[in-house]
């Protein structure tokens, strides 16, 4: 989903993590949060949200290198 809108957005109350790998062998990141986006045709679906040390917040993508699609509880 590339071109997508937020419609709502509902803050995560688990603790769950994205795992993504590098070349030192990976990390995670804490999802924050789950979005409801709607895409160019209409589509929604709802995605999680991750954040970044630096406290950037981005949709967990399956389309990032590298990414496992797990989620740590």
């Known amino acids: 989903m ?3 809108k ?3 957005i ?10 993504y790998k590098d070349d030192g ?3 995670t990141t804490p999802i924050v949060c789950f979005a ?3 895409d160019n045709d209409g589509n929604r679906e709802v995605v999680p949200m991750d ?4 406290g950037l917040i981005n949709i967990v993508s399956d389309n990032l290198e590298g990414i496992v699609t ?4």
């Open 2 to 4: 590339d071109d997508y």
């Open 6 to 8: 937020i419609i709502q």
């Open 10 to 19: 509902v803050p995560n109350n688990k603790e769950l993590y994205s795992k």
């Open 25 to 27: 062998g990976g990390f």
């Open 36 to 38: 409801l986006v709607e």
């Open 51 to 54: 954040i970044t040390d630096d």
């Open 70 to 73: 797990k989620y740590i509880i």
